[in-house]
């Protein structure tokens, strides 16, 4: 008798850690598989990196926009730097200032996403300044030809802030309209941000210099 029972206790012993086995493996396939919504951290590893991957494509919209905007930009820093010593209005002054702000720093990134996306960053002119002309104002608007440059950088006072203005805000118009098409056909999520921005700030400087010319 004294045999038996201890055959049952032995049996017994087996059967519950038998069990406890299929629990614990039942709980780490369950764990280790975040179909199952029990493996919280790891799919929330797998969305994050989906992000981040979601963020870092981009197409040729977006190659098309940056290898644009970089000389786009350039022209216009090159544009607001003649005002310091040419404009005679405080309000012009300040205009080209927080043009060459803002657009100074997107030059920058702009070029580190092109060198990054294995891209070739537009080379300035031989001059050293931004291209300008017929051949850079393809797929370009509101690029100044080099004789219109030619003009402002031989105006002053009252003469260049008119004519300053008039030809930013046909600048301005080329920018906003080649956010535009980035917004609408571009993927790269930074550059889609840039471009409302853009969209955001050369409106506001465009309503600006209208007031100015009394325009508006």
């Known amino acids: 008798m004294i045999h038996k029972r201890s055959l049952v206790r032995r ?15 039942a709980c780490g396939g369950d764990d280790g598989n975040p179909a199952t919504g029990h493996g919280g951290h790891t ?8 992000a981040s991957a979601s963020q ?13 905007m970089i000389p786009h930009h350039r022209q216009a820093v090159e544009m607001a730097g003649l005002a310091p010593g040419r404009a005679q209005s405080a309000a012009v002054k300040k205009l080209a200032a927080d043009i060459e702000k803002a657009q100074a720093p997107e030059i920058r990134m ?5 060198t990054s996306w294995g891209e070739q960053v537009p080379a300035e002119g031989a001059d050293g300044h931004s291209m300008h002309g017929a051949d850079a ?5 509101g690029m ?11 105006a002053s006072g009252r003469a260049f802030d008119t004519a300053f203005m ?15 098409t980035e917004q609408a056909d571009g993927a790269y999520a930074p550059a889609k941000k840039m471009a409302g921005d853009i969209i955001a700030s050369q409106s506001a400087e465009i309503a600006r210099m209208r007031v100015l010319l009394g325009k508006d």
């Not at 049996?11 to 614990?24: E, H, I, K, N, Y």
């Open 144 to 154: 100044m030809t080099g004789e219109e440059m030619t003009e402002l950088g031989n």
């Open 137 to 141: 104002m393809e797929g370009m608007g």
């Open 166 to 180: 008039e030809l930013m805000i046909k600048h301005h118009e080329g920018a906003v309209e080649m956010a535009r």
């Open 43 to 50: 799919a929330g590893a797998s969305a994050t990196a989906s």
């Open 56 to 68: 870092g494509q981009h197409n040729a919209a977006d190659t098309a926009f940056a290898k644009g």
């Open 110 to 114: 702009l070029s580190g996403w092109l």
């Open 11 to 25: 049996s017994a012993v087996v059967v519950a850690s038998g069990a406890a086995a299929l629990a614990l493996a």
